[in-house]
């Protein structure tokens, strides 16, 4: 049985989509199954990763588990060693490519995601970090209002460079690692294909609505 956090989210529920599609047992928490809408064959329970001893019982044969700091906050070290009292396994952080980035190194959240990379290659279970770098999302989230009204995208550090991963690429590797042992013991960089900067993010995006966006750093 395989426990995921974070199984509404980003990279949550394309993960879960997967798992089902290879037949694997899912159970799912989240703070509110009336909301989930996940998909049959998930076991939906009701809890709060933050909270860890809302859980317990969702632990319960758990073998492996999907580890989503979003949603486990600052409570990962206690739900670690809930988890492996409970009988779990392997353990699947998901971590930010920050950990690794010098740029970014001392930032908060490099910080706060090493923390929790510590805590689960010192918890005495088999475990696979995986480190992406920007999600694909992230352009909605940050540009979709300015999109909606106009074609001008204002925001900082137009030549500033990523390489977006699409979350159901990241949730592909989510699944190898929970399913195979292939991975296991291994911190893994994951990046999309393509290294672009703001501006030329925006044009694509453009390019695709047929509309000609352009990016205006502030």
């Known amino acids: 049985m395989l426990l995921v956090t974070g199984a509404t989210g980003t990279v949550g529920r394309p993960l879960i989509d997967l798992l089902i599609s290879e037949g694997a047992e899912v159970r799912a928490v989240t703070r509110n199954p009336r909301t989930a809408s996940l998909p049959v064959g998930v076991e939906v329970v009701e809890g709060d990763p933050s909270r860890p001893d809302t859980i317990t019982s969702s632990l319960r044969?758990?073998?492996?588990?999907?580890?989503?700091?979003?949603?486990?906050?600052?409570?990962?070290?206690?739900?670690?060693?809930?988890?492996?009292?409970?009988?779990?396994?392997?353990?699947?952080?998901?971590?930010?490519?920050?950990?690794?980035?010098?740029?970014?190194r001392e930032h908060t959240i490099a910080t706060h995601h090493k923390v929790l990379e510590e805590a689960v290659?010192?918890?005495?279970?088999?475990?696979?970090?995986?480190?992406?770098?920007?999600?694909?999302?992230?352009?909605?989230?940050?540009?979709?209002?300015?999109?909606?009204?106009?074609?001008?995208?204002?925001?900082?550090?137009a030549a500033s460079t990523d390489a977006p991963i699409h979350e159901r690429d990241l949730a592909e590797v989510a699944v190898r690692a929970l399913l195979t042992d292939g991975l296991v013991g291994q911190s893994l960089s994951l990046t999309g294909p393509q290294s672009l900067t703001r501006q030329e993010m925006v044009a694509i995006i453009g390019q695709v609505l047929n509309r000609p966006l352009s990016y205006q750093e502030i």
């Open 121 to 157: 290659t010192s918890c005495d279970v088999e475990w696979v970090i995986l480190r992406p770098g920007m999600f694909a999302a992230n352009t909605i989230t940050q540009w979709a209002g300015q999109i909606r009204a106009g074609n001008v995208v204002r925001s900082p550090y």
């Open 61 to 104: 044969g758990v073998t492996t588990l999907f580890l989503n700091p979003a949603a486990v906050g600052d409570a990962a070290g206690d739900l670690l060693t809930l988890a492996r009292e409970q009988g779990v396994k392997r353990v699947v952080q998901l971590s930010a490519l920050a950990v690794v980035d010098d740029l970014h």
